[in-house]
Structures are given as C-alpha cells and as structure tokens.
C-alpha cells in the first residue's frame, strides 16, 4: 500500500467532472491515506480569483485529506517531484507527470475524465 498526494487539479477535478476519485482511491488501495501539501492548498485557493476556495476546504475537511507542511522556497512540482518517493502522486499535470515517470515512479492521474489510472504501478 502507498499513500497519495494530491497535485492543486486533484483538490479541483471534484468540482469540474462527476467522478468519485476518493472511492477509486479507496477501491485500488484499500487503507490508504490522502494527503496534499500546503502549497498545493495556496494554489487550488488562488485559482480563477478564489473560485475553489472554500470548496477546497471543505473537500479537505469531508475527505479527511491531510495537509502537509513544506519547507524552503521550492516550486510545488519539484517538491512533489521529491516526495515520489514516498508517495503515489495523483497530477493531471502532463510535465509533473513525466517527470515523476522519468524518477522511476508511478503516477495517478484522471483517463477521459471517467477514471483514475496509475502509470509505472509496478515499479512499488
């Protein structure tokens, strides 16, 4: 089991597509836990004038997802980057996705806006 981390379009797809990407999670990883850093929250809050805002927190709230403090002045990507490692990162950002499959790790991310699929799964 891994846990996941959330990119800043993971904290918003909930409110621009019908999709249970928290019961998908659950479903594949049963146990896990969800989590986003506080840089990801600052950016899903800021994004078209605040829209997600109180959405955002709410969602983080009613999921349980747990806020993780960063450290230093680093850009979200290449802080998520770092922490593929550890953690399964769940990013519609095709960059931030490469990236992390060129590191060796898996990524999930939402296919056709009907599912999550994880990519390099087989490298845990």
Known sequence: MRDIILDTNFLTAPFQMNLGIFQEFEEKYPGCSI????????EAKSIEEGKY???VEQLI???GIQVLETEGNGFVD?????LSDEFLI???DK???DRITEEGNPVAYIRNQSH???DNEDFY
């Open 35 to 42: 989590y986003t850093i506080d840089r990801v929250v600052e």
């Open 53 to 55: 805002g109180d959405l």
């Open 61 to 63: 709230e009613k999921e």
């Open 78 to 82: 290449d802080l998520l980057v770092d």
């Open 90 to 92: 769940a990013t519609n």
């Open 95 to 97: 960059e931030l996705k």
């Open 116 to 118: 999550v699929r994880v």
